[in-house]
């Protein structure tokens, strides 16, 4: 079966630091996913959803302002898998995450902050 899977999230205090995963399945897929780009989304209730970080096949990396020297994108291909690692986390970081590849997108992951 050809998916995204994404796991790590729940329930955060203030300033932790989870790591989010999303790994893909599916032989072809899986192909396809270590020489294209790699995106974590996020949306939060009531908000669109917006693009957090991108990594590309080379590893270049590129983040929004919002978490740009907070979060860091990877990837580990020998495991078909992109990180999210999440420092310094703030309540306004609350929000589903997902990832995605192409056209292909993962069910999310819930990450709220909150003592």
């Given at each position: 079966q050809v998916q995204l899977v994404e796991s790590g999230g729940g329930l955060v205090q203030p300033g932790g630091s989870p790591r989010l995963s999303c790994t893909a399945s599916g032989s072809i897929f899986r192909s396809i996913f270590r020489i294209h780009d790699i995106n974590w989304y996020r949306q939060a209730p009531g908000k669109q959803r917006e693009l957090v970080a991108t990594i590309t096949a080379t590893n270049s990396t590129t983040y929004t302002d919002d978490i740009k020297g907070r979060f860091t994108i990877s990837r580990d291909n020998a495991k078909n898998t992109v990180y999210?690692?999440?420092?310094s986390?703030?309540?306004e970081d609350t929000a589903v995450y997902f990832c995605n590849c192409l056209r292909m997108w993962g069910q999310g992951t819930q990450v709220t902050v909150s003592s």
């Open positions: 999210l690692q999440m420092n986390l703030k309540p």
